[in-house]
């Protein structure tokens, strides 16, 4: 009985999450799967649970100050780099203490990789982040959205240590052809075996659109056009018109003889909720651009108590 109640709980700190981002935004599902692998373990898996509810309980201290200072454009100069350092301390001390969490059972261990692989991504370490998933799928997580975010993670891996872009000549330029293809071709197998067993739901649309997306930075036209082709046919309502700008600019490019270039990125692997929610979602965007202005050291406790948060830190 303790047990259900606890993840129980854990649901519950989910579901409040759900109410700063939206019910179909990519951190909740994350979450809910790992919960799901949770659920397999064993009744005394406490450790586990406590450090999932840990994690949790950073992300809802992370969005509900992100989201408040984003609200108070006159106090983000000043809070913007005590705030990152403290999101970064937090995180920092959430990855040892996921490492030193000690399990036998291949739930628990799968969970605890999953976790690990979060904190890893909001650290900016795609490397670890990967490793952290590979582990996790060696344990039997199979949730679609763990092989979306492997392949996200290789392609994005591929970009930033095996290519730059430049802007002046607005194109890619691969610095390492092997790396480069290597990583994009894990990624394509990755969004691959997140495909449904029919690879008909309509749910695949999305991983085709990165699928075609990754063709077509490797410069195969027809896997690409294939790939677009049937995440058209399985959501046109959602993909119809962004497929066609893929097709079109995969015809003028080979009308021309010339290597297409870069696609632009599909939207997102779930929509924005239209949930209605007490708070507006903050973006994607919008969190990186707050955390990129940060640059200097001092602390967090003025800025907490001026917002009214009712803490300094992400255990409150």
């Excluded at 490492?99 to 990789?113: C, D, I, R, T, Y």
Aim: charged fraction near 25%.
């Amino acid at each position: 009985m303790e047990w259900e109640r606890r993840l129980e709980f854990l649901s519950g700190l989910i579901r409040r999450l759900e109410k700063k981002v939206g019910q179909e935004d990519f951190l909740i599902r994350y979450f809910d799967g790992i919960l799901a692998l949770l659920k397999k373990a064993h009744g005394d898996s406490g450790k586990v649970a406590e450090a999932m509810e840990a994690v949790l309980r950073y992300e809802l201290w992370h969005h509900g100050t992100l989201r408040r200072l984003a609200q108070t454009p006159d106090l983000q100069g000043r809070y913007l780099i005590p705030l990152g350092v403290e999101m970064r301390t937090a995180l920092l001390s959430l990855t040892q203490r996921l490492k030193n969490v000690s399990v036998f059972g291949s739930p628990e261990k799968a969970v605890l990789s999953l976790l690990l692989a979060h904190c890893h991504y909001q650290l900016g370490n795609t490397q670890a982040v990967i490793s952290a998933l590979e582990e996790a799928v060696a344990n039997g997580a199979s949730d679609p959205i763990v092989f979306f975010a492997l392949g996200f993670n290789r392609h994005k891996l591929a970009l930033t240590h095996y290519a730059r872009w430049e802007a002046l000549s607005k194109r890619l330029v691969v610095l390492d052809r092997e790396g480069f293809e290597t990583q994009m071709r894990r990624a394509i197998d990755d969004f691959k075996k997140g495909l449904s067993v029919t690879g008909t739901e309509p749910g695949d649309a999305q991983l085709y659109m990165w699928i075609g997306l990754i063709y077509e930075l490797l410069g195969e036209r027809e896997e690409a056009a294939a790939a677009y082709e049937k995440a058209r046919e399985l959501n046109p309502s959602a993909f119809a018109e962004e497929v066609e700008g893929h097709l079109q600019l995969l015809r003028t490019s080979h009308e021309r003889s010339e290597k297409p270039p870069p696609p632009a990125l599909p939207r997102p692997l779930v929509p924005e909720s239209e949930v209605a929610s007490s708070f507006p979602a903050i973006t994607d965007a919008e969190l990186e651009r707050l955390r990129k202005t940060i640059s200097e050291v001092s602390t967090l406790t003025d800025f907490l108590k001026r917002i009214e948060s009712g803490g300094s830190g992400p255990g409150n």
